[in-house]
């Protein structure tokens, strides 16, 4: 019965990227792609990869979703059809790229090359619970480091939007909303349910699925309900406090990086004993940087003035 769940869920999987490809409007194609990224979130749930199926479900399809809608609101009118051929022909890009690497994958030496070993028998120095956390943060730490920083200039880039006029003053447009309405009285009860429950996913995450950027991603979307519901406003982003606070998870990280180097004689390396903590207070420094950065995303580059 499993199997033929699986089987039924990639296929489902496969039409719905047809589906992406194909559509003709731009709303359907965003749709199916939010389809799409909650059947592949399934999907890594039933490979056992629950902290990548929490990963997909917040970023490649909720967030990257949203984004995408964002982008087709601001071109609506102003957008191209795309002819059949270039639809047909990045299908076929895909479906070769795809075929490639399944062949790689398909044609690796029987045992395939693999550094798990070596990791297993060094993940009990990271006193960690979770391998996911301790793979990304002990033996990938630079590249999570590089994402945390990618994902700042990304913002950077966003803001390089704006208008000089509206330079420094605040992303998006003002919000109104009924003070009475159903969705400021969503906004009034579910943010402080999320912000717990993404605390716990955040805290959570040392030694089971979650971590910060799964709560980070609900921190982000609480406070983007607070703001949709004109309960508040988004801050200018010329306030100091806002830019020290998107920097301040970057540079910790970077700092706990240099006292390795001193510690160890290795840039990014955990004195004996220290592992948890550091790698914790790493992931506690980059939580509210990446729930700022992820909610200034969607926010878009600054469209009114300082002064609303």
């Given amino acids: ?27 359907s194609a965003i749709t199916a792609f939010l389809a799409y990224g909650a059947l592949l979130a399934l999907a890594w749930v039933q490979l056992g990869g629950i902290d990548v199926a929490l990963t997909e479900a917040a970023i490649g399809g909720g967030l990257t979703g949203v984004l995408l809608l964002g982008a087709a609101s601001r071109l609506r009118g102003g957008e191209s059809v795309v002819s059949l051929p270039l639809r047909v022909g990045a299908a076929l890009l895909s479906a070769a790229v795809s075929i490639v690497l399944a062949l790689c994958v398909l044609g690796l030496p029987e045992p395939p090359p693999t550094l798990a070993p070596e990791v297993a028998a060094n993940l009990a120095r990271t006193e960690l619970g979770n391998p996911i956390t301790a793979v990304l943060l002990a033996f990938r730490a630079m590249d999570t480091l590089l994402e945390a920083i990618v994902l700042l200039f990304a913002l950077i880039g966003v803001w390089s939007l704006s208008l000089d006029q509206h330079w420094g003053g605040r992303p998006g447009v003002r919000q109104y909303s009924d003070a009475n309405g159903i969705l400021a009285y969503a906004a009034r ?16 995450g040392a030694d089971d699925p979650g971590g910060k950027f799964q709560g980070a991603t609900l921190l982000a979307a609480m406070w983007l309900l607070v703001l949709m519901a004109a309960l508040a406003d988004a801050p200018p982003i010329s306030r100091s406090w806002l830019r020290v606070a998107l920097v301040a998870g970057p540079l910790a990280f970077i700092a706990i990086g240099f006292f390795g180097l001193q510690a160890t004689g290795d840039f990014l390396a955990y004195p004996e004993g220290f592992a948890k903590p550091l790698i914790i207070a790493i992931e506690l420094a980059l939580l509210p940087s990446l729930t700022l950065v992820l909610g200034l995303l969607l926010l878009g580059a600054p469209r009114r003035g300082a002064q609303p």
């Avoid at 089987?7 to 409007?25: H, K, N, Q, W």
């Fill in 189 to 204: 009860v579910l943010p402080p349910i999320g912000i717990v429950v993404g605390a716990y996913i955040f805290w959570t």
């Fill in 1 to 27: 019965m499993m199997a033929g769940f699986n089987m039924a869920l990639a296929v489902l999987i496969i039409a719905l990227a047809a589906c992406t490809t194909f559509a003709r409007g731009t709303f």
